[in-house]
């Protein structure tokens, strides 16, 4: 009866562990906003005095790391009347869970911040309208969709 009552016990504190490890490990994932937070570096780059509509056909996706020890991020090249031009979406986590797909060949709408990336001209997308479909990814003033909930 003792080695049930050890064996038991034995079985419950190696699930408590096992639980707790895992627990552990989970949280580490989701901690940090891989530099795509309010903030940093990148997301200041978003200027509300830039902000702009523009309207084209998606030529292609790619992920894209926008600065050093970031994670990476979600980008397309849209093609435009005037120029094709490079849209940032937002980190690879958050896009890539998203019910709106963007694909090549999608017409679509952006409104976003202008701002020079790399030397060359560029959107951090605020808003993807495909369709009736809006994907909103960050607020006028380019705070970002992912980054919860903040005081008004």
Known sequence: MKRMAFFAAFVFMLCLFLVSESLAQRGMMWRGSGGWGMGTPYSRMFNPATV???TGEVIAI?????LSGMHYGIHMIVKTEKEPIS?????GWFIENQDIKIAA???IEVKGSRVTYNGKPAIIASEIKKGDDVLKLRDENGFPAWSGWRRP
């Open 87 to 91: 849209v940032h979406l937002g980190p």
């Open 62 to 66: 790619d992920k894209l790391t926008p």
């Open 52 to 54: 702009e509509t523009i």
């Open 105 to 107: 060949k999608d017409r």
